[in-house]
C-alpha cells in the first residue's frame, strides 16, 4: 500500500475513501453546494490537494451511480492530476439530463479518484513503423458496431 500525503484544504470534508477494500477509486466530495441545470457544468473544489510520488498520476472519474439516477457526469473525463500537481483537485461536473437540475450539497460524493502508475517514455521519431495487423484501421474498421437510436433501457 502506498502512503500518498494529502493536505485538507477544508478541514471538515472527508478525505478520499475506498467504499470497500478492493475498490479502484477513492471517493472525493465536494465542499460547496451546487445546482447544475440541464446541460451546465461546473468547476466544483473537493478541498483536497496531494503529492503523488513521480511515475504516479490520478485520474478523476465520474460515478456510476450519479451518472444513472442523474445523469451527472465530468466534462473531461478522466481529469488527470499530474504527481507535481499540489493546487486543489477540482471537479468539473456536467449535467446530461435533459430537464431535471441535480442539486448537490457539501459534503456529497462527486467523483472518485484512481491512482495508477503511470510510464514516461522518450519519444524517438523514425518515418517508418513496425507492421502489425491492425495497421492503420481504427474508428469501427472491425465492424459490428450498433447503430446511432440504438440504447439500452436502465430498469
Ligand atoms: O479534473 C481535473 C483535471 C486537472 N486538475 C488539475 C490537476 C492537473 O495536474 C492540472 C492540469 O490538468 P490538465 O493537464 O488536464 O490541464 P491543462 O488544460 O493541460 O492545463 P495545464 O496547462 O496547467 O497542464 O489541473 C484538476 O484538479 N482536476
Ligand atoms: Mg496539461
Redesign the pocket.
Known sequence: MLDVTVTRLDPDVALPVYAHPGDAGADLVTTVDVSLAPGERALVPTGIAMALPDGFAAF?HPRSGLALRAGLS?V?AP????A??R??????LINHDRSETVTLSRGDRIAQLVVQRVEHVRFVESEVLPETARGSGGYGSTGGHATADVHEESS
Not at 87 to 92: A, D, Q, S, Y
Open positions: 478523476v465530468i473531461n481529469g488527470t492530476i499530474d507535481g500537481y493546487g486543489e483537485i477540482k471537479v468539473l
